[in-house]
């Protein structure tokens, strides 16, 4: 079938970019959000986030009449669910939203419609969107029922690009496709090859869901073993930045470089979904999580004892009048995505028992979340020139090319400065 209509559902991150690459391709594309400033933003050709030349995308298919937002479902031919997959209490999947966009559709489908499910999820994730359908439309068949000739068919088709080349990555990564029947395989398939120049790898919807799971536990786990031996280093009085370079040049060792935390929608949250499953044999997955979870209170105590020692250096000075500059909000270097950002988390955290001035840097957002306490969003010349104690949690191009930060002492939990972390 050739799939002429598409609706995406959620434009955020993913979603949006996904809808305009499909537009590029000469589909009629209906965006769908219930963030209602979201949908006019976009449907005056702009966008409501951050990423490389998408606006410009964006605009050719709004202008075309190809691409355009709304609040509510409309008919169309294939559905790409692409909304978040949170956690709640006890790192348990909350799969909230995708039942709210599975009820939202299913009073548009017809026979013969695509359904795909792009959102990160839980293993079996997909098979339960198909039964809130079928909750919904008992006048249609599904995968689940009827196999290989339901009226409906159902895929799961994770993302797996980088923020910052999503508009390429989208192109020309290759893509998973799990469906639920191999017809449903095919049908998405089909779909993702209109855009996409990878290869389309078919599978069952379980293991494409445990696909993207493992691709980014695997990234979680190796960033845990850097982020441990940067503690480990601490203690014992060694460069890690030296270390792991040195340690790189075995050609079976490819060290990765330890940071404040880790954050994002996929690499902070995917392992916990393998956890939930299957807890007791998830050991080395959730290890690795609970290290990387812990590393923002590690270097929260880092900040707090330079601040002691300041104080012991200066003292004519009282805490109250000591000013910190942190460096970096975002999960990772120049985007303005805060999911799940290590360092929101880190400010946080020191600003509740602070009783100094904070100041944020961080060139990508207009406003501080509004959990920051009393933190300061302030201009990079302002913070060095006025901070006593300088703070890089993010490796920003504009951190990295300032001369400005060449200058001062730094706390440098990125190694985006010197490449050595002075936080003893």
């Not at 949250?269 to 812990?294: M, Q």
């Not at 300061?376 to 890089?392: K, P």
């Amino acid at each position: 079938m050739s799939y002429e209509t598409v609706s995406v559902i959620g434009l955020g991150y993913i979603g949006l970019p996904t809808a305009a690459v499909l537009a590029s391709r000469r589909k009629t594309v209906i965006g769908v959000d219930i963030n209602v400033k979201a949908v006019e933003t976009i449907n005056r050709g702009e966008i409501h986030i951050v990423e490389p030349d998408l606006d410009m995308v964006v605009r050719a298919a709004v202008t075309q009449g190809l691409l355009r937002a709304t609040t509510t479902p409309e008919p169309a031919d294939a559905f790409l669910i692409a909304v978040p997959t949170p956690f709640v209490d006890g790192h348990q999947p909350d799969l909230r939203y995708i039942r709210e966009a599975s009820f939202a559709i299913a009073p548009v489908l017809k026979k013969g419609d695509l359904v795909i499910l792009e959102s990160t999820s839980p293993v079996g994730a997909t098979e339960e969107m198909a039964e809130w359908l079928q909750e919904k439309r008992p006048d249609l068949t599904f995968p689940q029922t009827h196999g290989e000739n339901s009226d409906i068919r159902v895929a799961h088709c994770p993302e797996r690009v980088l923020p910052g080349h999503v508009l390429k990555e989208l192109v020309a990564n290759d893509r998973v496709i799990g469906g639920m029947t191999r017809r449903c395989s095919d049908a998405a398939a089909e779909l993702y090859k209109t855009f996409v120049e990878g290869e389309c790898i078919i599978t069952n919807a379980r293991t494409a869901e445990m696909c993207k799971l493992t691709e980014n536990s695997f990234r979680d786990v190796n960033i845990a073993f850097a982020n441990e031996l940067s503690i480990i280093c601490d203690r014992l009085g060694i460069d890690v930045w030296e270390l792991i370079r040195l340690a790189n040049h075995h050609p079976r060792v490819n060290i990765l470089q330890p940071g404040p935390g880790v954050g994002g929608h996929c690499i902070a949250v995917d392992p916990w979904f393998i956890v939930a499953k299957t807890p007791d044999e998830a050991r080395l997955i959730r290890t690795a999580r609970e290290v990387n979870d812990g590393k923002p209170e590690w270097v929260v105590e880092k900040i707090r004892h330079a601040v002691s020692e300041f104080l012991l250096s200066n003292p004519d000075r009282t805490a109250a009048s000591v000013k910190v500059a942190c460096f970096g909000l975002s999960f990772k270097p120049d985007i303005d995505d805060l999911r799940e950002s290590p360092s929101i988390e880190i400010v946080k955290r020191f600003c509740a028992d602070f009783g100094g001035h904070v100041l944020v840097v961080e060139p990508h957002v207009d406003s501080l979340p509004t959990n920051l306490g009393t933190a300061q969003l302030s201009a990079l010349e302002e913070a060095v020139s006025s901070a006593d104690i300088h703070v890089v949690l993010v490796g920003h191009k504009a951190f990295k090319t300032s001369q400005l930060l060449r200058g001062v002492s730094t706390l440098d939990f990125s190694g985006a400065i010197a490449g050595v972390m002075k936080a003893g």
